[in-house]
């Protein structure tokens, strides 16, 4: 049962637009949503999280927007820039006494082109 | 500072054979986690550990599976009777404590495969 789903395994993005990262979740539990970066042959990263009191988070170029009655969160990536190629993972937590226990959605791999 | 080490970085082994991940976290870190990665697939969690509590065993796959935290600090991921499935990348993660809003730092990960 694949609680954290995203549906698109790779995205090509040419430099200084618009990077687009979506992903579904099906369990209502979850309170607390993040997204990490992975490099090949390393660990991920994190990048940036949203609690589900908002519906928006910004940081820099990135911004993590949150529709709960949809489940869906999405990462947008603005200029997108080639360092930004990398794996990324949405991932989600339920609260209550597994705050730190994750659930990951399977990654969409981002190409940016120069 | 140092971050999360893991090793070993790969390990090859036959099936049914015993294997040993260690894992480092970060100084003065109290949550440790255990992850893997199968080919494909996104991370899946295996088991955490806070401070002096119970760990968090519900995501270990089977009983082959077991985990421990010595001292608070370090912590082995011990495979028993290794199967093929096995083969993943397994990643530890630790963060100041366990809460989600507390970064996870990632180690490198180890890459197993059982032959």
């Known amino acids: 049962d694949q609680q954290v789903k995203q549906n698109s395994p790779s995205l090509s993005v040419q430099e200084g637009r618009i990077s687009i990262l979506n992903c579904d979740y099906t369990?209502?539990?979850?309170?607390?949503f993040l997204w990490y970066k992975k490099y090949p042959a390393e660990g991920p990263t994190f990048l940036i999280s949203?609690?589900?009191?908002?519906d928006k988070n910004e940081d820099g170029r990135f911004t993590v927007f949150l529709n709960k009655s949809a489940k869906h969160l999405s990462l947008h990536i603005v200029p997108s820039q080639p360092g930004d190629s990398a794996v990324y993972f949405c991932?989600?937590?339920?609260?209550?006494?597994?705050?730190?226990?994750?659930?990951f959605g399977q990654g969409t791999i981002l190409t940016v082109h120069p | 500072g140092a971050g999360v080490s893991q090793s070993p970085s790969n390990k090859v082994t036959e099936k049914g054979k015993d294997v040993e991940l260690r894992c480092d976290p970060i100084?003065?870190?109290?949550?440790l986690y255990w992850y893997r990665q199968s080919l494909g697939q996104g991370l899946e969690f295996l088991i955490y550990f806070q401070g002096n509590s119970a760990p968090d065993k519900s995501g270990l796959p089977s009983d082959r599976f077991s985990a421990e935290r010595t001292g608070g600090s370090v912590s082995t991921l011990t495979i028993q009777r290794t199967q093929q499935e096995d083969s993943a990348v397994y990643l530890c993660?630790?963060?100041?404590?366990?809460?989600?809003?507390?970064?996870?730092?990632f180690g490198p990960g180890t890459r197993l495969l059982v032959l």
């Open positions: 949203i609690s589900s009191i908002k």
């Open positions: 993660a630790s963060s100041l404590v366990n809460l989600a809003s507390e970064t996870q730092y």
């Open positions: 100084s003065g870190h109290t949550a």
């Open positions: 369990n209502s539990m979850f309170d607390y």
């Open positions: 991932a989600a937590s339920a609260g209550g006494t597994s705050y730190g226990k994750l659930t």
